[in-house]
Structures are given as structure tokens and as C-alpha cells.
């Protein structure tokens, strides 16, 4: 029973939504047959017209009685204006009416479908999902920090890594300059027994007296040869 019901519900709702469309589509059949009669009456006016010319001065009855058919003719074409008039008339109406009706069933459809969607919403649920919301975006802030700002391992003292380095560095070369000998090393010297620091001077005045020798004796040659 209640399939039939359905049924006859749906046919009904169908009937409804189509009779709109029904009425446009006669109107507009029946504006068109008024057109057409528009034209016809207007081509019998002219007719009677031409009639009325071309007997006026030789058949005077003639004259007058196409005259008479072109007042007939024109009574009727106000008429056909007019009920042409009243059908667009008509026909705008209709097509208002129904764009007004699909305009509003189509804003029902949206209000149900927002009123479904914010069914299991209120502002307070909102509100308490953007505060557990804030809530994990701090606790994530704080976790980051607390692993990228804790150190692994023992801690180790930059100034005394420093410290050791830089007497590596000083002792490497001093050990380069003692090598070469180029250059006096004064914190090397100071840091030699006092023996030792005697002997060194002694190969360094040694090592001056040969190369003023030898300075001297280049000199003499190129004086010889000049």
C-alpha cells in the first residue's frame, strides 16, 4: 500500500513540476496562431486599402464598402494585438513563477543540506577541537625544542678544547722552525736547559762567520774578472 501511495505521490509531484512547462508550451502554440492572424489581418487591411483607392473617384460603393471591410479588419486586428499582448504577458508570468519555484527548492536543498552538515556541530564542540588542537601544536613546540636543545653524550668544554689546541698548534711549530732553522724560535729557546741554549748560539755565530766568508770571497772574484 505504501508503494502505491509512493507512487501515486511521485506521479503527482511529477504532474506539478511539469505543468508549468505544459502551460508555457500551449501558450506559446496559441501566441504563434495569434501572430500568425495578426499578419493576415494586417495584409487584408492594406488590401482593403488599395481597394478604397482605386474606386474612390469611379465606384463610390466600392469604395465604401472596402472601407467598411478595412474597419472590420482593423477591429480585429486590435483585438488579436491585444489578447497577443495579454498571452506574453501570460508567458512571462509563468516563466517568473517557475523560476522563483526552482529558485526556492533549490535554496531548501542547500538549507538542509547545511542544516545535515552542521547537524553534530555546535560552537562549543568547535571551540574545544581548536583548543586540543592548540593544545598538540604546543606539546609538538616543546618536544622539538627538548630533543634539538639536549646534548648526547658527555659535555665537552669548548675553552679547554681550544686551549689544547692552540699549544698544538704552537708546538707543531715550533718543532717546524727548530727544523729549519730559518728563524729564531724565542719560546723554544727560553723553554731549552741553559746548555743547550749555549750551544745553539755558538752554531748560529759559526754559521754567520761562514757566510760573511763566503759573501767576501764571491766578491773578490767578481772583482778580479772585472
Known amino acids: 500500500m505504501?508503494?502505491?501511495m509512493s507512487w501515486i505521490t511521485g506521479n503527482n509531484a511529477q504532474k506539478r513540476k511539469a505543468a508549468p512547462k505544459d502551460a508555457i508550451v500551449a501558450l506559446r502554440a496559441h501566441l504563434e496562431m495569434l501572430q500568425k492572424r495578426?499578419?493576415?489581418?494586417?495584409?487584408q487591411i492594406d488590401e482593403q486599402q488599395a481597394i478604397a483607392k482605386k474606386h474612390i473617384s469611379t465606384n463610390k460603393n466600392a469604395a465604401k464598402a472596402a472601407l467598411t471591410r478595412k474597419k472590420q479588419h482593423e477591429h480585429s486586428l486590435n483585438q488579436t494585438t491585444a489578447q497577443i499582448a495579454t498571452l506574453e504577458q501570460q508567458i512571462y508570468s509563468i516563466e517568473a513563477a517557475n523560476i522563483n519555484q526552482e529558485t526556492l527548492i533549490a535554496m531548501r536543498k542547500a538549507g538542509k543540506a547545511m542544516a545535515d552538515i552542521h547537524g553534530g556541530l555546535t560552537i562549543d564542540k568547535v571551540d574545544e577541537t581548536m583548543d586540543q588542537l592548540k593544545e598538540q601544536h604546543a606539546l609538538g613546540e616543546e618536544?622539538?625544542?627538548?630533543?634539538t636543545s639536549a646534548p648526547i653524550g658527555e659535555t665537552v668544554d669548548m675553552e679547554e678544547l681550544e686551549e689544547e689546541m692552540q699549544g698544538m698548534e704552537q708546538e707543531a711549530l715550533d718543532e717546524q722552525m727548530l727544523k729549519t732553522g730559518t728563524v729564531p724560535v724565542s719560546d723554544a729557546v727560553h723553554r731549552l736547559p741553559n746548555a743547550a741554549t749555549d750551544e745553539?748560539?755558538?752554531k748560529s755565530a759559526a754559521r754567520e762567520e761562514e757566510d760573511e766568508e763566503a759573501e767576501l770571497a764571491k766578491l773578490q772574484a767578481e772583482m778580479a774578472m772585472s
Not at 38 to 43: D, G, R, S
Not at 143 to 147: F, G, L, P, Q
Open 38 to 43: 495578426e499578419t493576415h489581418l494586417q495584409n
Open 200 to 202: 745553539l748560539k755558538g
Open 143 to 147: 618536544i622539538a625544542a627538548a630533543i
Open 2 to 4: 505504501s508503494g502505491i
